[in-house]
């Protein structure tokens, strides 16, 4: 029997953003990122990336990495890898995400589900096995 797919949703504050240039060559520069951040809402917790990006002349930055959130989602406690990518344009940030398939510990284990970052906050479509 399939559990039933739940959503949550909230805010992300990034505590922590440390970009180092790698290939500052023209028609774009590519970074290694390391970020860190408070989730609020329906993921309570603290999220923990790396990610290769590319920004580009117009300011604009494509983005794809992997994220350790760790805290609680409906009321269990755990851990969890996103796959996300994204784009950064006019100082907003539109991304989508993945649950690593076996990534979940604790009470999250066989979590499974997508969702992402628009302007209005994050949302993560899953469910809990």
């Known amino acids: 029997m399939t559990n039933p797919t739940q959503r949550a949703t909230g805010w992300i504050h990034v505590t922590r953003y440390d970009p180092k240039p790698y290939d500052e060559s023209a028609g774009g520069t590519l970074f290694a990122v390391e970020i860190t951040e408070d989730f609020s809402g329906g993921l309570t917790g603290t999220g923990a990336a790396r990610f290769l990006m590319a920004q580009m ?4 930055a494509y983005f794809t990495g992997i994220e350790r959130f760790t805290g609680t989602l409906a009321g269990r406690a755990g851990s969890f890898l996103l796959r996300n990518t994204g784009v950064l344009k006019e100082n907003a940030v539109t991304s989508e995400w993945l649950i690593l398939p076996g990534s979940a510990t604790g ?16 949302f993560l479509n899953f469910a809990l096995e």
Not at 57 to 60: I, N, Q, T
Request: proline residues 10%; hydrophobic residues 25%.
């Open 57 to 60: 002349p117009d300011a604009s």
């Open 107 to 122: 009470e999250l284990a066989g979590l499974s589900g997508s969702g992402g970052v628009d302007p209005s906050g994050y």
